[in-house]
């Protein structure tokens, strides 16, 4: 079973559209973490939210925390083909672990 | 700086043999990780380690060894390998505890045939 599941698992899109990532769990997270990844690299951190409701934008991306703090979810506004990558968001449980959702590979076409 | 290195890149195993992944990180992180990542799975923590001679248990240890005798080592070991290790493996290293960032080394992608 898994812990975290993403929608739309995969996705591909033209330049200049807008999108929607969602990371759901039934678990209640102390945090949520983003990370992009590239073809033959490890993961990136992109941004880290901790209180329910909140909301972090990196320039065209905009990441929102569920006010229970089950659910997150990634918008990218006018998506560039350097946006091309597989997304993967990460909930923190008691302990020191942390549980990966399954992925969302998004495709931008020039 | 390079961050988190890990050899080998590439490893092709028979089944039943064994190996060490390595993972050294020159950012004096206190914490590591080592996870493993199918297709269409995201990403499952094996072990994990809070410093040197600290280790744990994440959530697919079967079939897999760590220890920690230095805070800049991390070594992953298959005793015995089965075509399920068949995978691409992931070191990370952080500061603290879930607020910070992990980083992450290339992966190790290891085939056992």
């Known amino acids: 079973t898994q812990l975290l599941e993403q929608s739309p698992q995969f996705l591909s899109i033209q330049e200049g559209e807008n999108l929607t990532v969602y990371c759901n769990s039934s678990?209640?997270?102390?945090?949520l973490q983003w990370y992009r990844q590239e073809p033959g690299e490890g993961p990136v951190l992109l941004v880290t939210?901790?209180?329910?409701?909140e909301v972090k934008k990196l320039k065209r991306l905009t990441f929102q925390f569920g006010d229970a703090r089950k659910d997150s979810s990634l918008h990218i506004t006018a998506a560039q083909p350097g946006d091309t990558g597989l997304y993967l968001c990460?909930?923190?449980?008691?302990?020191?672990?942390?549980?990966f959702g399954t992925g969302t590979s998004l495709t931008v076409i020039p | 700086n390079a961050g988190v290195t890990q050899t080998p890149k590439f490893r092709i195993l028979k089944i039943g043999q064994s190996m060490t992944l390595q993972c050294t990180q020159d950012?004096?992180?206190?914490?590591m990780y080592w996870y493993r990542q199918d297709p269409g799975m995201g990403l499952k923590l094996i072990y994990y380690?809070?410093?040197?001679?600290?280790?744990d248990k994440g959530e697919v240890p079967n079939g897999y060894n760590v220890s920690r005798s230095t805070t800049e080592d991390f070594p992953l070991r298959l005793e015995l390998a089965a075509p399920s290790q068949t995978s691409v493996y992931f070191c990370?290293?952080?500061?603290?505890?879930?607020?910070?960032?992990?980083?992450f080394g290339p992966g190790t992608r290891l085939l056992v045939l």
């Open positions: 939210v901790v209180t329910g409701g």
């Open positions: 990370a290293s952080s500061r603290g505890l879930k607020q910070e960032t992990q980083y």
């Open positions: 990460a909930g923190g449980l008691t302990g020191n672990q942390f549980y």
């Open positions: 950012m004096n992180h206190n914490y």
């Open positions: 678990s209640v997270f102390s945090s």
């Open positions: 380690s809070v410093g040197a001679g600290i280790t």
